[in-house]
């Protein structure tokens, strides 16, 4: 089984592209598919509709989203391989952009739009440096200097990134990634699949909704305003 | 990539939405040709120009191939836009930075490595001959026109990006002198392609592609055969341009001035 990861923006057109590789690969390949959403995901019942293939959920509530997929990937993975899936596709909520949800073994591919500035990919870090493949959507709706420009501001983040340009609606310029997912190699040992770099995930108990203030009400990774750096305080 | 290393983008057959074979052999685009294409909404315009956009490799809907100097052009010409011999520009195609347009193009000449120091002067003076509405250097992109955006395009993709192949998706909305970017893209040995639906660009064009169902229907070569029609249809655009001109300006058209 193959495994790709797709992140990004939200909007950027990340289920456009699971689309298109859903419509180029499905005849030949047996595809399951998850995605990792905060409150309301709809692209599992869709592509459940439209392809007829194994699809799955999974909301992260107070969690944060990158967080419940690399801790749900190794049940996901078992889910998949009983489905029999010749290539597994994880979608990821695409928050917050520094975070970087690519595990090793898999194809990172990260989704971008280029109608949301010229200067975004260097907001992003990890989200870009880490993927495999950065595919640019919307291309067809913004002029050449800009496209030429926002590709150079990947390459800025990501030099050895590989670029497709892309209208994902239309699925145009889209056989390169076809071909890289092609030559894929197949997960070759699944319990030893890692994450390829530190996500700032940041899940403290903030993040799962504890309103109080002050260190003294936390846990996890707290700071106190003197004389200390990030300490760990246990439950 | 410079514009004199193509000699030739060829064309090979695909089939329309009903799976028949073209009815062409192979189209050859050269340097200065001008070649439009005609045919209703839906008939499959814009998809042989995207075909030649992406050069198809039998890998679309249409089954088209498209080569560059008789081979399959190598990956790097084709993904890399600033090698690559095409731009491409549509009516959906905008300018969304909220910069200056000399900064904008600045911008993009960074990106191209290019040296010549006169360049952006020479891009906003050529973006001026195809629009009646003055764009200055320090003019905001976002704040230009349909008409001003446009031309500013189409000098952009002549001179930075040097294009040697630009195809002109419906532009004739905009409000631009297409005779004038005609003129200029012949003088500089530039080829391009029109989708229109107008009657002066499609006359002032060398070769008309005829689209049905998805497909090429016909080829039409008029050789001087409809310079007359190519006059009258000049004579009134540009009445109808010095008409537009004076109505901007404010004025009652209570004199002829018809015909030119």
């Known amino acids: 089984m193959k495994l790709i990861i797709i992140a990004g923006p939200p909007s950027a057109g990340k289920t456009a592209v699971t689309r298109q590789i859903i419509r180029h690969f499905s005849k030949t390949k047996k595809i399951a598919f998850l995605k990792i959403d905060v409150v309301r995901a709809f692209e599992d019942e869709e592509l459940r509709q439209e392809f007829s293939i194994p699809t799955k959920k999974i909301y992260s509530g107070d969690l944060c989203p990158d967080h419940t997929g690399i801790m749900v990937l190794q049940d996901a993975l078992s889910w998949a391989e009983e489905e029999e899936s010749d290539i597994f596709i994880v979608e990821s909520a695409g928050l917050c952009l520094r975070c970087s949800p690519y595990v090793t073994q898999s194809l990172g591919i990260v989704v971008l739009s280029a109608v949301s500035g010229m200067n975004s990919p260097l907001k992003m870090g990890p989200m870009i440096s880490l993927a495999d493949v950065a595919v640019i959507t919307k291309t067809d709706l913004v002029s050449q200097s800009e496209k030429e420009v926002f590709r150079e501001k990947t390459k800025e983040v990501a030099p050895a990134i590989d670029i497709v340009e892309t209208n994902a609606v239309q699925g145009t310029g889209l056989r390169y990634l076809m071909r890289t997912i092609d030559e894929l190699p197949e997960i070759s040992d699944p319990k030893s699949i890692s994450l390829r770099g530190v996500p700032p995930l940041g899940v403290c108990t903030i993040c799962v909704g504890k309103r109080e203030t002050g260190w003294q009400n936390h846990f996890g990774v707290i700071r106190k305003l003197d004389h200390a750096d990030d300490l760990f305080r246990g439950d | ?260």
Do not use: W
């Open chain 2, 1 to 260: 990539m410079s514009s004199c290393t193509i000699r030739e983008i060829t064309i090979l057959p695909g089939h329309d939405k009903h799976g028949n074979p073209e009815a062409f052999d192979r189209i050859v685009i050269r340097p200065g040709d001008t070649i439009s294409i005609v045919g209703p909404t839906g008939s499959g315009k814009t998809a042989f120009i995207n075909d030649i956009e992406i050069f198809a490799q039998k890998d679309t809907a249409t089954g088209r191939t498209v080569l560059v100097n008789g081979d399959v052009p190598e990956d790097d010409f084709i993904r890399d836009p600033s090698k690559k011999p095409i731009a491409l520009i549509t009516q959906n195609t905008k300018c969304l930075a909220d910069m200056t347009v000399e900064t904008f193009l600045a911008m993009h000449v960074k990106a191209r490595k290019i040296a010549a120091p006169d360049i952006i002067p020479e891009t906003i003076e050529l973006a001026n001959q195809f629009t009646g509405e003055q764009i200055f250097p320090g003019c905001r992109i976002t704040a230009l026109s349909g008409g001003q955006t446009r031309s500013l395009m189409v000098a952009d993709a002549i001179l930075i990006s040097n294009a040697p192949l630009i195809l002109l998706d419906e532009v004739e909305n905009a409000g631009i002198f297409r005779e004038r970017v005609i003129e200029v893209l012949k003088e500089r040995c530039k080829s391009v392609i029109f989708v229109t639906h107008d009657p002066l660009v499609s006359l002032l064009s060398d070769r008309r592609l005829v689209m049905k169902h998805g497909g090429v229907e016909k080829i039409l070569y008029p050789e001087g055969r409809e310079t007359r029609i190519r006059d009258m249809v000049g004579r009134i655009d540009l009445t109808l341009c010095r008409f537009r001109e004076r109505i901007r300006a404010g004025e009652l058209l209570t004199e002829q001035g018809f015909p030119v």
